[in-house]
C-alpha cells in the first residue's frame, strides 16, 4: 500500500479493529479539552475579562448567559455543515483533521488573549472545530467494523462513551482548580494542550483506519426521495420539542454555576467551586445508563408500554422539575439564606435522568428512522436542535437586560420562566404523540382492510 493510500473499507477479521483505542483515546483527550474550556467560561467572563488596556472589564450575569449560550449554539450548528463536508465532500478522516487544527487554534487564542476580542476569536475557532467533528467521530467509529466484527460494535461504543464521560469528570474538577490558583492563561491552556494531544492520537492510527470515502452521489439520491423527506420532516418535528429541553439542560454550566456561588458548598469535606458541581453530571450519566435499561425502564414497561415518545414526554416533565428545584434555591437565596449544595446535586440528579430519557433515547431513535445515506447528516439536524435551545437561552438573556445594567427576570422568576415554558413545551408534546398514534393506528387499520 503507497503511503498515502488508505483501506477504504474495513479489514475481514473477527477481532476488535487495531484503530479503535486510538478513536477512544482521542475522544475522551478531545472531550477533557471541550468541558473544561466550557466549565470555566461563565467564571471567567464574569471575574476576569480583561479590555484592551489590561484593565478589568467583567462581564454581567446576564451578558455572560447570553454569550455562552450564544457560543453553545454554535458550537451544534456548526454539526450540520461538518456532516456535510465528510459525506459528500471531505469525508470523515480529512474533516477530523482539518477542523482539529482549527480547534486547537481556538484554544491557543484564548489562553494567549483574555479581552473579549480574544473570547470572541477563541470562541468562534472552537465552535466550528468542535462543531464540524462531532458528527464525524462516532461515524468514523462505526465505519471500523464489517460483517465479521460486528458484533463488538456494542462493546466499542460503550468504551467511546466512557472516555467521554471521564474525560468530562476530569475537566470539569481541574480546570475549576486552575483557574481558581493558577488563572485564565494555565486554566484554558491544558485544554488546549488536550486538544494537541488528540490530534496527534487521531493522525497517529491514520494507517489502522477504514476511511471511507465520500459518496456525492448517494446523498443526492437519497435526498430526491419523497420518503427520506417523510422521514426527516418527522424527526425535525421532534427535534423542535427537543430544543426546548436543551435549553434549560445547558444552563447547569451557566446559570446553575452562577447560582452555586451564593450557596453552602461544604460537601463530603470538601469545599466545591461553583463551576466544580456539574461535573457529577458525567458521573451519574455512567451510573443512571444501566440503572434505567435495567431497571427503571423495565419496571414501568409494566405499567404503560415505553416507547421512544413516551419515554422523552417524561423526560420533558423532568426537566421542569429540575427548574423547580433551582426557583425554590434561588428563593432561598433572595432571603439571606445560603442553602446547602445538596439541593442542587438533587437538582442535577433529576436533569440528568431527564437527559438519559431525553438525549439518549432521541439518539437512538433518530439513527433507527433516519434514510441510509443520510445517518451523518441526520445527526447533525439533531445537534441542530441543541443549537437551537440554546440560541433560545442566549436571546432570552439579551432581552432580560434593561440599559441601566438591571435585568427584568431575577431571582427564582427567572428559573420559573424556563420552567412554565418546558411545562407547556411538554403538555404539547402530549398532544402531538397522542395525535401521531392514532394517525399511526387509522393508517394500519387501512392497510389491513385492504
Not at 470562541?123 to 458528527?135: C, E
Not at 402530549?430 to 394500519?444: D, S
Amino acid at each position: 500500500m503507497n503511503k498515502h493510500e488508505f483501506r477504504t473499507e474495513p479489514l475481514a477479521t473477527s477481532s476488535m479493529p487495531a484503530g479503535v483505542v486510538y478513536l477512544v483515546v482521542n475522544e475522551g483527550a478531545e472531550r477533557f479539552s471541550y468541558y473544561g474550556m466550557r466549565a470555566i467560561l461563565v467564571v471567567f467572563m464574569t471575574g476576569m475579562l480583561l479590555n484592551t488596556q489590561g484593565d478589568l472589564d467583567p462581564m454581567g450575569e446576564a451578558e455572560a448567559k447570553s454569550y455562552f449560550h450564544l457560543f453553545a449554539s454554535a458550537v451544534y450548528f456548526f454539526p450540520f455543515l461538518g456532516a456535510v463536508l465528510a459525506d459528500a465532500f471531505w469525508g470523515k478522516y480529512k474533516t477530523i483533521i482539518l477542523l482539529s487544527l482549527v480547534y486547537c487554534g481556538g484554544h491557543v487564542v484564548l489562553a494567549m488573549d483574555h479581552t473579549r476580542l480574544g473570547l470572541l476569536v477563541g470562541l468562534t475557532l472552537i465552535a466550528i472545530g468542535s462543531g464540524g467533528i462531532k458528527p464525524c467521530v462516532s461515524a468514523n467509529l462505526g465505519d471500523q467494523f464489517g460483517p465479521a466484527n460486528g458484533h463488538f460494535l456494542t462493546k466499542a461504543f460503550a468504551w467511546f462513551y466512557f472516555a467521554i464521560n471521564v474525560g468530562a469528570f476530569g475537566s470539569m474538577m481541574l480546570t475549576p482548580w486552575l483557574l481558581e490558583h493558577y488563572g485564565p492563561s494555565l486554566a484554558f491552556g491544558v485544554p488546549g494542550i488536550l486538544m494537541f494531544l488528540a490530534t496527534i492520537i487521531f493522525w497517529a492510527g491514520r494507517n489502522r483506519y477504514a476511511h471511507i470515502p465520500p459518496d456525492r452521489s448517494g446523498v443526492l439520491q437519497e435526498l430526491a426521495s419523497s420518503q427520506a423527506w417523510h422521514a426527516i420532516g418527522k424527526l425535525a418535528g421532534i427535534y423542535v420539542f427537543v430544543a426546548f429541553f436543551w435549553s434549560l439542560f445547558d444552563q447547569t454550566s451557566s446559570a446553575w454555576v452562577l447560582q452555586a456561588r451564593h450557596m453552602n458548598r461544604l460537601w463530603m469535606g470538601v469545599e466545591w467551586l461553583p463551576s466544580q458541581i456539574q461535573a457529577v453530571n458525567p458521573v451519574l450519566i455512567m451510573v443512571f445508563i444501566p440503572l434505567f435499561t435495567y431497571g427503571v425502564y423495565p419496571l414501568l414497561n409494566r405499567i404503560v408500554p415505553m416507547t421512544p415518545l413516551r419515554k422523552m414526554s417524561m423526560g420533558f416533565f423532568l426537566a421542569v422539575g429540575a427548574f423547580l428545584i433551582s426557583a425554590y434555591i434561588e428563593q432561598q437565596i433572595g432571603f439571606g439564606m445560603k442553602p446547602a449544595i445538596a439541593w442542587q446535586l438533587l437538582a442535577f440528579m433529576v436533569i440528568t435522568a431527564a437527559e438519559v430519557m431525553v438525549s439518549i433515547t432521541c439518539l437512538e431513535f433518530s439513527y433507527t428512522q433516519a434514510p441510509l445515506k443520510l445517518k451523518s447528516l441526520m445527526m447533525g439536524l439533531f445537534l441542530l436542535s441543541v443549537s437551537l435551545g440554546n440560541g433560545f437561552t442566549a436571546l432570552v438573556n439579551y432581552w432580560i437586560q434593561n440599559p441601566d445594567g438591571t435585568v427584568v427576570l431575577m431571582g427564582p422568576n427567572y428559573y420559573w420562566f424556563f420552567a412554565v415554558v418546558m411545562f407547556l413545551v411538554a403538555c404539547l408534546f402530549l398532544l402531538v404523540v397522542k395525535k401521531y398514534r392514532e394517525e399511526t393506528h387509522l393508517q394500519g387499520m387501512a392497510k389491513v382492510c385492504e
